[in-house]
């Protein structure tokens, strides 16, 4: 059975920084690539970043582009979203996804997590 458990969400204000984690059991993690997505009320659920099985690509959102980080660390089966700068405009639930193959859609991750809420105050 495939688990993956978001982490680290929280309040933050304007300008400060969170680590989301994401933390998977039951797959084989390094041949998955790993996504995250934010879903903000009302809104569809976007695409954030993604990094591919081994690390060696990523792909960012424009806007996330510069101040997000995604990473993972194959040993510990646990990926992770570093985000700066932070804005009000990035309140969001946050969903890690992991897919066979390097995706910036969510169509095609077939393992999602439950999210973890993050609020940016202004």
């Known amino acids: 059975q495939v688990q993956l458990v978001e982490s680290g969400g929280g309040l933050v204000q304007a300008g400060g920084s969170l680590r989301l984690s994401c933390a998977a059991s039951g797959l084989s993690f390094s041949t998955f690539a790993m996504g995250w997505f934010r879903q903000a009320p009302g809104e569809e659920r976007d695409f954030v970043a993604t990094?591919?099985?081994?690390?060696?690509?990523?792909y960012y959102i424009s806007s996330a582009r510069g101040r997000f980080t995604i990473t993972r660390d194959n040993a510990k089966n646990t990926v992770y979203l570093q985000m700066n700068s932070l804005k009000p405009e990035d309140t969001a639930i946050y969903y890690c996804?992991?897919?066979?193959?390097?995706?910036?859609?969510?169509?095609?991750?077939?393992?999602w997590g439950q999210g973890t809420q993050v609020t940016v105050s202004s």
């Open positions: 990094i591919s099985g081994s690390g060696d690509r990523t």
């Open positions: 996804a992991a897919a066979p193959l390097i995706l910036t859609t969510h169509r095609g991750y077939e393992f």
